[in-house]
């Protein structure tokens, strides 16, 4: 029986404009540089990394145990939403979804909200949930956030060490 991982929320503010912080996460190659501790592989599946249908893979390092995973930016909401759904697993058997919500806060900086969810796809999933994967996202989570504001505050975002995927 299947069924959806509770979601795992963080939020941090960044003292970049909405528009900004928008153009940024709607690149998803920009994604690896505040992403990159517990994403590893990152590669982008287009040459096109912006916008509707950009998409990467990348190796999930869960301590029990790494998964591969893929993510394509599905949903663009300008400045508000970026949403990227994509596979985890084996196979692919766990469906994801990731949000990032934008929303105005004083002195023109910008609230982010970042949710994550997963549909569990079997019993050995939902033990690692059990086990502590959704602390563990959400410490993740908590800490690209941090990155996130790190890299949008303190200058230029590095320019896309990230490689396509061969064929």
Do not use: C
């Not at 990152?42 to 998409?55: H, P, T």
């Not at 019993?123 to 949930?129: A, G, I, N, S, Y």
Request: aromatic content about 8%; cysteine-free.
């Amino acid at each position: 029986m299947r069924g959806p991982m509770r979601p795992v929320t963080v939020s941090r503010t960044v003292d970049a404009p909405r528009e900004r912080v928008f153009g940024y996460l709607s690149d998803i190659a920009n994604h690896a540089e505040f992403s990159d501790h517990y994403m590893r592989d990152f590669r982008l599946e287009r040459l096109d990394s912006r916008g509707l249908g950009a998409a990467a893979s990348y190796r999930l390092d869960f301590p029990l145990g790494k998964q591969w995973g893929d993510a394509a930016i599905t949903e663009l909401e300008p400045p508000y939403l970026v949403v990227l759904e994509g596979r985890l697993g084996r196979i692919g058997r766990i469906r994801t979804r990731a949000e990032y919500r934008l929303t105005p806060a004083d002195h023109d900086m910008t609230r982010v909200d970042y949710r994550f969810e997963a549909e569990s796809g079997s019993m050995v999933d939902r033990l690692k949930e059990a086990l502590g994967l959704r602390g563990w996202l959400r410490r993740a989570g908590r800490r690209a956030l941090g990155r996130l504001a790190h890299v949008l505050e303190e200058g230029e975002p590095s320019a896309h060490a990230v490689r396509v995927a061969a064929g």
